[in-house]
């Protein structure tokens, strides 16, 4: 059972990257699923957010990433993808999904990190 978060990688600024969680061992679908971050010496702020729900799915997006990222999921390939256009040198970071199987618990699941680096 676990999660594997790829997809990072070094790009210019307004570079674009997608970012994937893959699930293994249960059903990505029963989970709402988080995108965090952290940079060096800064404390670990969320991304992003897709529900659980496959009706009226419910999206969060951090201010500074709305309009740049989209978050989706592909059940079918048990993934969750970020893609991140217009990229920005302080959008460097680790970034892990983690995934929460119902509102209020904590996220259960956690990926084990992917770098993002974005620099001229």
Do not use: H
Not at 53 to 63: G, H, K, P
Not at 70 to 75: E, M, V
Request: with cysteine; charged share 20%; net charge negative.
């Amino acid at each position: 059972v676990q999660l594997q978060a790829s997809g990072g990688g070094s790009v210019q600024p307004g570079g674009s990257l997608r970012l994937s969680c893959v699930a293994s061992g249960f059903n990505l679908g029963d989970y709402a699923v988080a995108w965090f971050r952290q940079a060096p010496g800064k404390e670990r702020e969320a991304v992003s957010c897709i529900d659980s729900s496959d009706e009226n799915t419910d999206y969060y997006y951090a201010e500074s990433v709305k309009g740049r990222f989209t978050l989706s999921r592909d059940n079918a390939k048990n993934s969750v993808y970020l893609q991140m256009n217009d990229l920005r040198p302080e959008d460097t970071a680790v970034y892990y999904c983690a995934a929460q199987r119902l509102p209020g618990d904590q996220y259960g699941y956690w990926g084990q990190g992917t770098q993002v680096t974005v620099s001229s």
